[in-house]
């Protein structure tokens, strides 16, 4: 251990212990306070304080008005402190060492993708043109976006253009990157599709401060959770601590109200809403996911799905999605669709003794209820959106696929 020495910053010549710099810490945030003008109590944040090592990921959760959006804009210089101060190893951050990814995305409308993103690194002077368009391009490419270089923002999807928000940021090479509540303005489908891009630069040690009330998400990016409330740091903790060894009764109920957020029942009747859910799961569902289904019905199913049966199957064979079916019995029509699709059928019989009442399947985070009546009653299915409620019914299929017996 060495012992705390004391050094001036480089531009500012204020004191600051001189083994940040053999800690590895990169951003250091000291007493950050900001009060804003409030009717009633505090509004803002009191005395934060906080060291980010390098590639270090640390997620700032906490309910909303809690302070994460502040903390993040006083950091990035967005916002003026009453007192306290950020150092970036050490020193007073320099333009292009912090940057900041916006929630609404904050991208040019009339510059193209490309010029968005090479924008702050010519106007910089620290390369050129060409170099800024070669690394733009290696990013665009990266991150799946390379054919949009030339689109305007307002011709892309909200992933896309949050994407592009995120490469217009790194294009500087931050030495942190803070990123504020991304993905809240995304339809749920594309929420995924940004948070695997911070994915991958958290593992390939981008330093990054993260506001999210993505909880599942944070805890699996962040090496730390600071739960902030009411402006004040409540807790410094690891993801699991965080998430499964909380003691603190405040952030347990904030858990929980964040699950029934992602908790939802929905219930769809009749042919044309059986055909259209059954479809857009298939399209929402990850590719090579399979669906394991437990009392199979043959063909009353094809029969439900009409003429989008052929839709569907294509989809299905093009994202290779298997059918893991546990069935009463094998129809013609089931054997013909194992005999021809072998790899992405897999069937097996259920024991007479293990029959169980209801249908239905399991795909990821979802249990899928269906209920078809006699031959000739309008279909419906009941889609469960619940980890815990999935990985249960997940379980039970794993147990009954055990004691069935193969097909083939
Ligand atoms: P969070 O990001 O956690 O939702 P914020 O940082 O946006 O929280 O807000 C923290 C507190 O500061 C809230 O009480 C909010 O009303 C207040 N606040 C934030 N920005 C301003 C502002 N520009 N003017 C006045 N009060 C503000």
New binding site residues.
């Given amino acids: 251990m060495c012992s705390v020495r004391w050094a001036p910053s480089a531009c500012c010549m204020q004191m600051v212990p001189i083994n940040i710099y053999f800690m590895n810490t990169i951003l250091s945030l000291q007493n950050i306070l900001k009060q804003?003008p409030a009717t009633t109590g505090f509004?803002?944040i009191a005395n934060i304080s906080l060291e980010l090592t390098k590639g270090e990921v640390v997620c700032l959760v906490?309910p909303?008005?809690?302070?994460?959006?502040?903390l993040l804009r006083c950091v990035a210089g967005l916002e003026s402190m009453d007192s306290g101060q950020v150092l970036l190893e050490g020193a007073m951050p320099k333009d292009g060492d912090i940057t900041f990814v916006f929630q609404d995305y904050n991208l040019w409308s009339h510059k193209t993708v490309l010029e968005n993103i090479v924008l702050a690194p010519v106007l910089s002077g620290k390369v050129s043109r060409s170099e800024a368009v070669a690394h733009a391009s290696f990013l665009l490419e990266r991150f799946s976006l390379l054919d949009k270089k030339d689109a305007y923002p307002d011709f892309l999807s909200g992933g896309q253009k949050q994407r592009a928000a995120i490469i217009r940021a790194l294009a500087i090479k931050p030495k942190v990157l803070l990123l504020d509540e991304i993905t809240s303005a995304l339809d749920p489908e594309l929420v995924n599709s940004v948070l695997n891009v911070i994915k991958v630069l958290a593992k390939e040690g981008q330093s990054m401060l993260i506001?999210t009330h993505q909880l599942k998400f944070a805890t699996e990016v962040a090496d730390r959770i600071i739960f902030?409330e009411s402006?004040k740091q409540a807790q410094v903790s690891s993801p699991q601590d965080f998430l499964y060894g909380q003691t603190n009764p405040r952030i347990v109920e904030f858990i929980k109200t964040l699950n029934l957020h992602t908790q939802e029942i929905s219930v769809y009747e009749g042919y044309d809403q059986f055909q259209a859910f059954q479809l857009g799961l298939l399209k929402r569902q990850r590719a090579g996911e399979a669906q394991c289904v437990v009392g199979s019905s043959g063909d009353r199913w094809f029969e439900c799905m009409g003429k989008y049966y052929k839709d569907y199957e294509k989809l299905r064979i093009e994202k290779s999605i298997p059918w893991r079916m546990l069935m009463y019995s094998e129809s013609a029509r089931d054997k013909d669709i194992r005999l021809r699709h072998p790899l992405l059928n897999e069937y097996r019989l259920m024991p007479a003794t293990l029959e169980n009442p209801a249908n239905y399947y399991v795909v990821g985070d979802v249990v899928v209820i269906q209920i078809f009546g006699e031959p000739g009653d309008e279909p419906a299915v009941i889609e469960i959106k619940n980890a815990h409620l999935a990985k249960s019914y997940q379980n039970y299929f794993n147990l009954l696929w055990e004691q069935s017996t193969a097909i083939i």
């Fill in positions: 804003y509004a803002g906490g909303s008005g809690a302070g994460k959006s502040t506001a902030l402006g």
